[in-house]
């Protein structure tokens, strides 16, 4: 059993920045994928980031590439979204995932374990 526990949400103004952390439960951490998706208002869960188990691969969707950033610190059993350049079309409910399996984070059905999820308000 995995527990995802998310923090960092809030309101902030267009062009802000808020830095999400997700941490995780489990001795086994390290070989997790990790990653983060999103859901607005009357939309589908949608992927935003994710990373492997070492950390070394990231992947991002187009939305936010290049105003992202994930990150893990896996001596703390977190993994971290830095949200920079914020548009209001970034307000979602953002969640954390976890892959336990090996391959890549990248879509719903890839993930095992699901945080409850923290809102993120960007306005304009």
């Known amino acids: 059993q995995v527990q995802l526990v998310e923090s960092g949400g809030g309101l902030v103004q267009a062009g802000g920045s808020l830095r999400l952390s997700c941490a995780a439960s489990?001795?086994?951490?390290?070989?997790?994928?990790m990653g983060w998706f999103r859901q607005a208002p009357g939309k589908e869960r949608e992927f935003v980031a994710s990373?492997?188990?070492?950390?070394?691969?990231?992947y991002y969707a187009d939305s936010v590439k290049g105003r992202f950033t994930i990150s893990r610190d896996s001596a703390l059993n977190t993994v971290y979204l830095q949200m920079n350049s914020l548009k209001p079309e970034d307000t979602a409910v953002y969640y954390c995932?976890?892959?336990?399996?090996?391959?890549?984070?990248?879509?719903?059905?890839?993930?095992?374990?699901w945080g409850q999820g923290t809102q993120v308000t960007v306005s304009s």
């Open positions: 995932a976890a892959r336990i399996y090996s391959g890549r984070l990248y879509s719903t059905q890839s993930v095992n374990y």
């Open positions: 990373l492997s188990a070492s950390g070394g691969i990231t």
């Open positions: 489990g001795r086994t951490f390290s070989t997790y994928a």
